[in-house]
Each structure stands twice: as C-alpha cells, then as structure tokens.
C-alpha cells in the first residue's frame, strides 16, 4: 500500500490531537496531556503559528503524524529543526512509515540549509532508540535538559 506524507491542515486538528493522546499513553505519561483540540487547532494552524505539522497516509488513511518547529543555533549560526512528536500507529510499526516521516524532515532540514535535526526520547523506548542508533543518530549524553512549566515557570517569571 502506498505511504503518503503531507502537510497537515486545520481539518487534520482532531486526528491529530487523537494521536497526540495515543502517543501519551504509550508513553505512559496520559495525565501529562493538558492540550485541548481547540490548542492543537490554535498553535499548529493559526496565522503565524511557529510549529508545522505532518500527517503519514497509507492507502488514504491516517497512521502517524510529525509536529516540529525550526530552532536556531548560535555555535553553527544556522537554523535546526526540533522534532517534538513523531508518532506511528503501533498496527503500522516496523512498516518503513516512521523512518520515510523522519527522513521527509530530514529532507526539509538539507533543503533549508539546517545545521541539525534534533529530537528528545525516553530513556526507556529501547525500539526508538535502536531505531535512531540505526540511521545515525548520536546521543547528547553531556547535555541534560531542564525545563520550567506550571507553577515554578510563573513563580519564576515573577521576580
């Protein structure tokens, strides 16, 4: 069957926020997802929104999607692109439809003149990470990532 990859539109918004939450569950983490589809309609399709979005088709039907967003390199000046979610139905694993959505980023990224193409995965999704070793891939061991959100993000920008 053939694999389609395409740009998502505003109509794509419920499928997607569909996979979002399957994504979550899988990664065991469902009480994280905070979005609504009104969200995922807003920050993926608004005028100006900053991410872009990407929906794997096979034979017409949605399997996977990809949201990622350009990114900027102070050390190469240069533009990168962060991968935030690439996700494939689990029926549709292990069929080449993960690897042509990476590689369809990846083909925008050499296009665009990026310097990288970056993506975060859990420590434990050993499929991912063999995957990724796979093609290439490098591990950032001597980074570690911080983040602030919720209350500790307000109570900081507060003073």
Known sequence: MPLTIRPAHADDAPRIYAFIKELAIYERA?????????????????????????????????????????????????????????????????????????????????????????WSVLDWNEPAIGFYRKIGALPQDEWVRYRLDGQALRDFAQG
Do not use: K
């Not at 979005?53 to 900027?72: D, H, K, N, T, W």
């Not at 292990?94 to 003149?113: D, F």
């Open 30 to 118: 469902e009480h994280e997802v905070v979005a609504n589809l009104d969200d995922v309609r807003h920050s993926l399709f608004a005028a100006g929104a900053p991410s872009r979005a990407l929906m794997c088709e096979r034979a017409g039907q949605p399997i996977g999607y990809a949201v990622y967003f350009y990114s900027y390199s102070t050390w190469l000046g240069r533009n990168g692109i962060y991968l935030e979610d690439l996700y494939i139905t689990p029926e549709q694993r292990g069929s080449g439809a993960g690897r042509a959505l990476l590689q369809h980023i990846a083909r925008e990224a050499v296009a665009g003149g990026c310097g990288r193409l970056e």
